[in-house]
């Protein structure tokens, strides 16, 4: 596919800026930062006030039974499916103003800069604010069709039901399923983030064009040796758990640090007895493996259990591995990365090609259609802080390369022919 030159249509980078701002002031906290967790009032307040951003921009607006918010304008095709962006505006409890926001004000400004020009394109264009992301992902869930049945695994932080929760949005749990979206009812989405890593700023690159969501794999080590007293066993007779789970740390690190996209990492330990006078004969610890591959997945997971049974039998402990999460990798579709690529070039934007190692909505609407993401520099590499920062300029860059994205990808989906040949590809 060529893709005609970026046209003139620019974004209102200060209108985006103001509507950033003004959206922080729901949930702001004294550090600066905001907490607007899901289904919080606080969360509900920002849903009125991005609707009524929608439907001043020109878009209907509906809630579909997961609690999605979903912004629709119209294109010019009645019948052909929607090109669909958007992320969340959820946080964690003390988040900065650009996680998922941003993603979401930039989809509507972009909608608003085409109905200011009286512009449509053929396929209608969607917002999506997806409910809970930070969470249970609930709302992506939901349209990828890949809800687990049980409303207790989605219960909110507070300990509120699904059930409430999403009522008071206007979803239903009884009927969440019909918010399942099909392969033929989307014809392609792309997600803009702020990166939330230091690669972007540490390359000098104003765009990054998301290669793929990486696999995620998460563990639960358990280290067994024989707690005893510090002062009295001799160091040649002890099985010291923590002694052993060092060494697993280190073996980790080690794999992690091949050459290679994969992240190796262990975030979480807890000792016991854990008192200063004694060995510690349990350990517990967590492994987070990421990777673009589930093959590499699988590579490092066998390098990794060589080396714990290695370590087991030097250290006379006993060492088991439970799995506590299987994400599979996103690959991002290849033509959707050549539009951002060339949407770039047009527009004189640096970039480079580089995985998101942090999962998004976009990961599992990746199971429903062709998926793209574009990612925009986060100072200093800081988010999910009160001190996440993205420049205006370079808020404005990445709303400008959606918009133009959206409008090259109008163009290659034309043909129903071209969105089922390249899907998923």
Known sequence: MVYQVASTLAVNGDRLTAMIRQLA????????????????????????????????????????????????????????????????????????????????????????????????????????????????????????????????????????????????????????????????????FVELHVEQGPVLAAEQKQ?????????????????????????TTPMPMRQDALVAASQIVLAINQVGNQPGDQVATVGRMDLHPNVPNSIPGRVEMSLDLRDLSSDRLDQLLTEIQQAIDKIAAETGTSISLAQ?????????????????????????????????????????????????????????????SESEYTSPEDCANGANVLLQTLIQLDQHYRSPKATRAVAHS
């Open 25 to 188: 002031q729901l949930g702001k906290l004294p550090n600066g930062g905001v907490q607007r967790l899901a289904f919080s009032p606080d969360d509900c307040h920002a849903r009125s006030l991005v609707r009524r951003w929608m439907v001043e921009a020109g878009m209907t607006v509906t809630i579909d039974e997961a609690g999605n918010m979903i912004g629709r304008y119209a294109g010019r095709s009645q019948d052909a499916p929607p090109l669909v962006t958007g992320s969340h505006i959820d946080t964690v409890p003390n988040a900065g103003h650009y996680d998922g926001t941003y993603g979401v004000l930039a989809g509507i400004e972009a909608v608003k800069t085409l109905s200011e020009q009286g512009r449509r394109l053929d396929h209608p264009l969607e917002v999506i604010v997806f409910a809970d992301e930070e969470r249970t992902m609930v709302g992506c869930k939901a349209i990828a069709g890949r809800l687990l049945p049980d409303p207790e695994l989605y219960r909110s932080r507070d300990g509120d039901s699904i059930q409430d929760c999403l009522e008071r949005v206007g979803g239903d749990w009884d009927i969440i399923a019909h918010a399942r979206r099909t392969p033929e009812s989307i014809a392609a």
């Open 207 to 231: 765009i990054g064009v998301v290669t793929g969501i990486v696999g995620q794999r998460r563990y639960w080590i358990t280290v067994e040796g024989q707690s005893s007293h510090a002062g």
């Open 324 to 384: 506590r999460l299987d994400n599979e990798p996103a690959p991002a579709n290849s033509h959707i990365q050549h539009a951002i690529a060339q949407v770039c070039e047009d527009l004189n934007l640096s970039y480079c090609h580089l995985p998101s190692r942090a999962s998004h909505d976009a990961q599992e609407i990746s199971r429903v259609t062709d998926m793209g993401m574009i990612f925009v520099p986060s100072a200093g590499g800081i988010s999910h």
